[in-house]
């Protein structure tokens, strides 16, 4: 075969097995974004009442709702704001995740730290931003950088309590279909007029809040499976419940008023402005739920990708929705002295009614995927980001990152819907509430966009303004809709927006105030080369493992205990973890090491980078791979032309460990782990720095790989090998870890909101999960250090 036939044919294949990709990613978005879009139909005329159905008209309304579907989910969100994913990722963190990377308004703690962190973010000369004023006056004023701060966080919290209400208010809705079903079941074969209102009263007091509890439980429950079950579980349903609901519009359209579809002109739009009260323009407040679950495909751009969220709306989803609200609103054209805004009503058969039923139900509960799984994406970039306390993050995808459940929040979501769903049991009430929650999210992900189309793709400001103006007017529009019905329940989301704001503006706040106390208060590092034999500091086998938030420098909290117990390990190592505004930092640039003092004092440093979607390590794998490192690191030192200039010296990126055994040799055996429980007492000989002695320690054992050296080679220089073998030796003779517990209080002259901020921080960090580096320690290997920081 000729070369050339080859590499198309090789191209041929890859393009194939790619849409083979976005076929199945496509399928799974039915059931894991589209479910709560699709499901709308169900209560958006539901929750206009009869009498303001024919006050303001079904043609209005429906041109309405055919514009609306238009221009916020397909021109907004599918062919402008998925462009503008952060490396896959979505949602209003993406954003502003973005807007921290090409222009410096970061106040995350993480982003502080020194520029040898960000340096390979760097890009090379002919990429270079072009220093605009609209950049340069976003640097410069503090206070736009608190704005973009706030705006993602009121947006995530928008995110979240999406996902307490979506479940509520559609498995409530379809509910009440199955409730319209069993009366007119039961209609069919009770001849007594007085038994029929009986069960009907019963049937209608009694069914549809336990109905919607049960079902929720049960969604909440399988959560656990992960994206990729759930998507396939779901994704048949979904299709089913597409096809059925735009089949039976077609069916409508045709039997009750083909013209209907005239209504797609905006005049009738106009007409119903032109004639507006403030009755109709409530009502606007219904209308926007058919726009429900647009929000979520952004957040949900992690779990798939943006060609599937894409192919399947524009090509499926968005005329099947067309065709169901043009149906209903041709039925209810032909009906309108009747109660008939409910879907199921519109469906022509009573045998296929109760079929339709059936499948809402199942439709529903899957609707509210969407939103549930869109929370854990946005709380997994908050916490990321140390704007959120910390949670168990189980990521249940290998091959798609973004595929995550968090137990915690999954549960909590679960007690609050149904709080929701007992307390409200309306789905009028709940919609106003859901109403408030969607604009405003929208609203906040057209004010972060209109800034990443000047700041990050560069465009023109007089084309950011266009897109701030024609949708933000739209969003606003609907907004002032909803808050003439703040009294009809939608005061509740108030308490619900306070107590997340509160979480995460509280874990902010202490977060930040702990890494300056930390900055603040740390040691240089002439401290610890001061630490002469005279002083009286003994060093014993073994490796230290400081971890500290600072990168530069000696961590007050280890200065302390060396103060109160001299001595100190064979060998340190100190060791910082660092998200970056980014969603994944490749292996191969995930680590930095240096030398911490000259190369006797057997000092290092290493800092680990991390996107806001990458995995946590497991303890034991994670040493592993920092010991090799340093071996690289050493092996490497005095030629790798990689490096970077710190303030204690050089640094090099190190990646996956190399192969080529140039440094140390992971043993295929493992062997047990001696780790002392004590780095000094009495019995502890006095020695110059460096040198290895004996300890009385009780030693704790726990598996460990073994390390070697390479055979003896000419390349590798003697004082490099020595210092392998030092390394080598200290890992065998054990490991302790070293972790600082800080304990804040505030000052007496501190306001009352410092002082909530403060307590509420120290609550959130009693009761939530431990550190994730400290959970696969052994306990008699952590060394906790206390420490009081006084704000």
Known sequence: MHPREGSASISRELEKETWRHTILLSFQSLGIVYGRLSTAPLYVFGTISAADIKSHGQHELFSFVFWTLTIIPLLKYALIVLRADDNGEGGTFALYSLLCRHAKVGLLPNERSANEILQYEEENPSKIKVESGARRAIEKHKSSHYLMLFLALFGSCMIIADGVLTPAISVLSASSGLQRSLVDIYDQFSSSQRRKDSAERII?????????????????????????????????????????????????????????????????????????????????????????????????????????????????????????????????????????????????????????????????????????????????????????????????????????????????????????????????????????????????????????????????????????????????????????????????????????????????????????????????LNWLIDLSPGSGVSRVPGIGFIYTDIVTGIPAFFSHFITNLPAFHQVLIFVSFKSLPVPYVPPSRRYLIGRVGPKEYKVYRCIVRYGYCDHSRDTDAFEDHIIHSIGDFISRDESDLESLISLEGRMIVIGSPTTDGSALIPLNETTPDVVPTCPANDGIQRSPLGESLETDCAPIKRKRVRFTLPPSSPKMPVSVREELQELVDARESGTAYFLGHSHLSVRNSANFLKRFLIGTYVFLDKNCREPPVALNIPHAALVEIGMIYTI
């Not at 407040?285 to 990708?305: K, R, T, V």
């Not at 022509?348 to 499948?359: C, D, G, K």
């Not at 549960?411 to 149904?418: A, D, K």
């Not at 897109?467 to 509740?492: D, Q």
């Open 204 to 524: 209608n007091k009694y069914l549809p809040v336990p109905a919607a509890c049960t079902i929720l439980v049960c969604l909440f429950t399988m959560q656990h499976f992960g994206t990729h079950r759930i998507g396939f579980i779901f994704a048949p349903v979904i299709i089913i419940w597409i096809l059925f609901i735009s089949g039976v519009g077609l069916y409508n359209i045709v039997h009750y008023d083909p013209e209907i579809i005239c209504a797609i002109s905006p005049q009738y739009m106009l007409r119903f402005i032109r004639s507006t009260n403030f009755r109709n323009w409530k009502s606007l407040g219904s209308i926007l739920l058919c726009i429900a679950g647009s929000e979520a495909m952004f957040p949900n751009l992690g779990h798939l990708s943006n060609k599937s969220i894409k192919v399947t709306f524009v090509c499926l989803v968005y005329p099947a929705l067309i065709l169901c609200y043009a149906g209903q609103a041709a039925f209810i054209s032909k009906n309108l002295g009747e109660d008939i805004t409910h879907l199921t009503e519109s469906v022509p058969n009573s045998f296929i009614r109760h079929i339709f039923t059936v499948l809402s139900l199942f439709a529903s509960a899957i609707g509210s995927q969407a939103t549930i799984s869109a929370s854990f994406s946005i709380i997994n970039q908050c916490l990321a980001l140390s704007c959120f306390p910390r949670v168990k993050v189980i990521h249940t995808s290998d091959k798609i990152h973004g595929q995550i459940y968090i137990s915690d929040v999954n549960w909590v979501l679960m007690v609050i819907s149904l709080a929701v769903t007992i307390g409200f049991h309306d789905t009028a009430k709940i919609g106003n509430v859901a109403g408030i929650v969607i604009i405003c999210g929208m609203l906040v992900t057209t004010c972060l966009m209109s800034l990443v189309i000047v700041l990050h793709w560069e465009k023109s400001l007089v084309l950011s303004a266009c897109f701030l103006v024609w949708f933000g007017s739209v969003e606003i529009m609907y907004l002032s809709a909803c808050v003439l019905n703040f009294h009809k329940a939608a005061w509740s989301i108030v308490s619900l927006l306070a107590l997340l704001m509160t979480i995460m503006l509280a874990w902010h706040y202490g977060t930040l105030k702990k890494y300056n106390f930390d900055l603040e208060n740390k040691v240089s």
